[in-house]
């Protein structure tokens, strides 16, 4: 069964720039989550989807967004980036997302802002 | 104070040392408690999962929740030079969907 997918694996934007990373989970699980991850902050959970709703919310600003398509994958976008948003963005999935469930990571997006 | 609190080292030990990892929680809420070893430039891995109190071990690996003590801890036995890797614990809440909060993470090099 293949893991978490998460495309592209490094890139590189300039301030301003927006940016849109994806995430495709194991097959079968309907929930992703989107984790910044930082060496000053560690992992910060962003939002969960399930059935192409945003079911959760972290503290983040709005520039921030994600969805989800029926297919179950995802795409996180940031507009206007900063250079605060250099960071490790990582998709993971679960069945359902519900009480208890395993979460399972993917590679993560390093996303560099210059 | 952090909800979740992990020494983030950097720990090292030499090979075929037991290795002993903390993390200590705020919140009662919290009920389900994992491990996750991350290697450099990977995303975290699934290494345990625990939920009630007591140990659970998987080969050289035992997790222990002490729920009164609000504390967990990750034993690694007959540490190897593969196990050197940043091991973040991560605990969630009960009708918290996936909203998991994670230790800073724990660095950890075994030296041949």
């Known amino acids: 069964k293949a893991g978490v997918t998460q495309t592209p694996r490094y890139l590189i934007k300039t301030r301003g720039q927006q940016v849109t990373l994806s995430c495709s989970p194991i097959?079968?699980?309907?929930?992703v989550s989107w984790y910044q991850q930082t060496p000053g902050q560690g992992l910060q959970f962003l939002f969960e989807?399930?059935?192409?709703?945003?079911?959760n919310k972290g503290n983040f600003p709005g520039r921030f967004s994600g969805r989800q398509f029926s297919n179950s994958r995802s795409e996180m976008n940031v507009s206007t980036l900063e250079l605060g948003d250099s960071a490790l963005y990582l998709c993971?999935?679960?069945?359902?997302?519900?009480?208890?469930?395993?979460?399972?990571f993917g590679s993560g997006t390093q996303l560099s802002v210059l | 104070q952090k909800e979740v609190e992990q020494d983030p080292g950097p720990l090292s030990v030499p090979e075929g040392a037991i290795v002993s990892l903390n993390c200590t929680y705020s919140?009662?809420?919290?009920?389900?408690f994992m491990w996750y070893r991350q290697y450099s430039r990977k995303g975290p891995e699934l290494l345990m999962y625990t939920y009630s109190s007591g140990n659970k071990e998987d080969g050289r690996f035992t997790a222990q929740v002490d729920k009164s003590s609000k504390y967990i801890s990750l034993f690694i036995r007959d540490s190897q030079p593969s196990d050197s890797a940043t091991y973040l614990c991560a605990m969630y809440r009960v009708f918290n969907n996936n909203d998991m909060r994670f230790g800073a993470g724990t660095r950890l090099t075994v030296k041949p």
């Open positions: 993971a999935s679960s069945l359902t997302g519900g009480d208890g469930e395993k979460l399972f």
């Open positions: 989807y399930f059935s192409e709703t945003q079911r």
């Open positions: 097959s079968g699980h309907r929930s």
């Open positions: 919140n009662s809420a919290f009920q389900y």
